[in-house]
């Protein structure tokens, strides 16, 4: 099973983005699903994330701007990204694991290509 992430793009800082986590063959409603994010030259880093119970998980540099949500109708997860600031230029990456969430990358699966942001100063 593959994730694909969507919904990127260059905004300007102050904008707002809501990137898409589609998957066939797996409901999200039973997995939690996490948002990471890989900046150029750096390591994929954790953003986000929410339990099959939809407790929500968020990275100390995205609180308050960013928020996970499920739509179980549409089998879909997404990541509202408010407030944008130049540091948060990355490609995003969705992933999805059996059980509780985890900060941990590895500990996810189902992978996809990502989607870029970019945002300007």
């Known amino acids: 099973v593959q994730l694909q992430a969507s919904g990127g793009g260059l905004v300007q800082a102050g904008d707002s983005l809501r990137l898409s986590c589609a998957a066939s063959?797996?409901?999200?409603?039973?997995?939690?699903t996490g948002w990471f994010r890989q900046a150029p030259g750096k390591e994929r880093e954790f953003v986000a994330a929410?339990?099959?119970?939809?407790?929500?998980y968020y990275a100390d540099s995205v609180t308050g701007r960013f928020t996970i949500s499920r739509d179980n109708a549409n089998n879909a997860v997404y990541l509202q990204m408010n407030s944008l600031k130049p540091e948060d230029t990355a490609v995003y990456y969705c992933?999805?694991?059996?059980?509780?969430?985890?900060?941990?990358?590895?500990?996810?699966?189902?992978w996809g290509q990502g989607t870029l942001v970019t945002v300007s100063s």
């Open positions: 992933g999805a694991r059996w059980g509780d969430v985890s900060y941990r990358m590895g500990d996810y699966g189902g």
């Open positions: 063959g797996r409901t999200f409603s039973s997995s939690a």
């Open positions: 929410i339990s099959w119970s939809d407790v929500k």
